[in-house]
Nanobody, 125 residues
């Protein structure tokens, strides 16, 4: 499985970006997917995750109401729509995927078997 992330960039505070992550190498219709982020000197933290069916999503408290995760299984792509961006959102964003896992494991980086290369998001004040 290979994951290719794109859509990062430089944006002013309050702006929007849409990240995309396309999977290849197998069908991922029954795999869970997520976005994590890592700022310099900090741990990799969950941003949002979406169950294989698309019916369940979870978000970090810091992004609730601003970010939306979605997936298109036909296009093997997961999206992260980011609105109302803040300087604290600056980080490298990684997509990840794994076969179905327990709901309680969705927010744990070590639960995911495959990772994309990361895309930089920089929000200026």
């Amino acid at each position: 499985v290979q994951l290719q992330a794109s859509g990062g960039g430089l944006v002013q505070s309050g702006g929007s970006l849409r990240l995309s992550c396309t999977a290849s190498g197998r069908t991922f219709r029954d795999w869970d997917m997520a976005w994590f982020r890592q700022a310099p000197g900090k741990e990799r933290d969950l941003v949002a995750a979406i169950r294989w069916s698309g019916g369940t999503t979870i978000y970090a408290d810091s992004v609730k109401g601003r970010f939306t995760i979605s997936r298109d299984n036909a296009k093997t792509t997961v999206y992260l729509q980011m609105n109302g961006l803040k300087p604290d959102d600056t980080a490298v964003y990684y997509c990840a995927t794994t076969p179905r896992i327990a709901y309680s494991a969705l927010g744990i980086p070590s639960s995911y078997h495959y990772w994309g290369q990361g895309t930089q998001v920089t929000v200026s004040s």
